[in-house]
C-alpha cells in the first residue's frame, strides 16, 4: 500500500521560501519518476516540477527559477525547495508519481502567500 505524507507547508511572506518534503512507503523513490503538484482555490491540480528515477528535472513555467526538486533515494524523500515565493504560489501542494496515480494522493501541505 502506497502512503504518501506531505509537510513543509506554511504562512510566508512574498519573497520568501519553504521547503517541503514527502515521505513515502510502498514505492521507491529511486526507480519510479516522481513529481509535487498544487491545487489552488477554484482551479485545477497541476504540476509543478518532477524528477525523473535518475535525477533529471523538469519544472513548470511558474516554477523554473524559483523552485528545486531533489529526492534523497536513502531515505526515500523528496523534496521542493520554494524560493522568491510568489501571491499566486498559494495552494495545497501534494506529491505523487509522474503520471499521478489517484488513489497515491494524499492529504498535501498547504503553502499561503501573504502579506
Known amino acids: 500500500q502506497v502512503q504518501l505524507v506531505e509537510s513543509g507547508g506554511g504562512l510566508v511572506q512574498p519573497g520568501g521560501s519553504l521547503r517541503l518534503s514527502c515521505a513515502a512507503s510502498?514505492?521507491?523513490?529511486?526507480?519510479?519518476?516522481v513529481g509535487w503538484y498544487r491545487q489552488a482555490p477554484g482551479k485545477e491540480r497541476e504540476l509543478v516540477a518532477r524528477i525523473t528515477s535518475d535525477g533529471r528535472t523538469y519544472y513548470s513555467d511558474s516554477a523554473k527559477g524559483r523552485f528545486t526538486i531533489s529526492k534523497d533515494n536513502a531515505k526515500n524523500t523528496l523534496a521542493l525547495q520554494m524560493n522568491s515565493l510568489k501571491l499566486e504560489d498559494t495552494a495545497v501542494y501534494y506529491c505523487?508519481?509522474?503520471?499521478?496515480?489517484?488513489?497515491?494522493w494524499g492529504q498535501g501541505t498547504q503553502v499561503t502567500v501573504s502579506s
Open positions: 505523487n508519481t509522474y503520471p499521478p496515480v489517484f488513489r497515491y
Open positions: 510502498g514505492i521507491i523513490f529511486r526507480y519510479t519518476p
